[in-house]
């Protein structure tokens, strides 16, 4: 099943390319073991990356969704060619579905691994294209955004004051703590958790102390560790 899914990711047909990465990106969302069969096969995570670039919205957010997933289980995705470049690029697509896959894998790709955060936060456009996508109107696309940032910022001191220094970006992370989402609030705080290991301005924030106060009292466990 797997072998054959994977041989249609390279059809000439573009219902055949999103279909098949379709039923790979749900069955990646199974667990460890399934996400791993798919990221071992030969030439998946390649062709899967080779369809970031396709001109069908589907496509995109199909691929896009399937490395978001397999991302969990392997971090050489990160060092296929032309995948990290794509996946920014998609930041800045007119589907909000695209740029929720795209922002999200980048977050799957920046937890807990340095060199994965170093390669995303050096992408040209990478920090900007996120920042601008927490005013989304979208609560998936803030949370995939908050969280690539957050994880982003998990990285080294440069990193973190690279993202920091970002126009907007405080202001908007703090707009996003009164969010009726929590894991929108959860990714917001946590990023701002980490960004203040280089910044004490964000405690200047208008309004960024109360509703951190507010969190702490939190149902989610979550929230309240962050704020």
């Given amino acids: 099943c797997i072998t054959a899914l994977v041989k249609l990711l390279g059809s000439a047909s573009v ?17 460890a073991a399934s996400k791993a069969v798919i990221a071992a096969e030969p030439g998946c995570l390649t062709a899967l990356v080779k369809l970031l670039d396709s001109a069908s919205v589907g496509v995109q957010e199909a691929a896009a ?25 998609l ?3 007119a589907s909000v579905g695209v740029q929720e896959a795209a922002a999200g894998a980048l977050c799957s790709l920046a937890a807990g691994n340095s060199a994965n955060q170093a390669a995303i936060a050096a992408e040209s456009g990478c920090i900007t294209a996120l920042v601008k996508l927490l005013g989304s109107a979208s609560v998936g696309v803030q949370r995939s955004a908050a ?11 440069a990193s973190k004051a690279v993202i920091a220094a970002e126009p907007g970006c405080l202001t908007a992370l703090v707009k996003l703590l ?18 203040a290991a280089v910044t004490a ?3 200047a ?11 702490l009292g939190s149902a989610s466990v979550g929230v309240q560790e962050a704020a």
Avoid: H
């Avoid at 399937?66 to 470049?85: D, F, H, K, S, Y």
């Avoid at 969280?147 to 001191?157: E, K, P, Q, R």
């Avoid at 009164?178 to 960004?195: F, H, I, K, T, Y």
């Fill in 15 to 31: 219902g055949v390319q999103r279909s098949a990465a379709g039923a790979l990106c749900n069955l990646a969302g199974g667990n």
């Fill in 65 to 89: 969704g399937a490395l978001r997933r397999l991302a969990a289980v392997t971090a050489v995705i990160a060092a296929e060619p032309g995948c990290l470049t794509a996946l920014v690029k």
């Fill in 91 to 93: 930041l800045g697509s």
């Fill in 147 to 157: 969280g690539a940032l957050c994880n982003l910022a998990g990285g080294n001191a």
């Fill in 178 to 195: 009164d969010s009726a989402s929590v894991g929108v609030q959860e990714a917001a705080a946590g990023a701002l958790r980490r960004l």
């Fill in 201 to 203: 301005v964000i405690a």
């Fill in 205 to 215: 924030e208008p309004g960024c102390l109360t509703a951190l106060v507010k969190l």
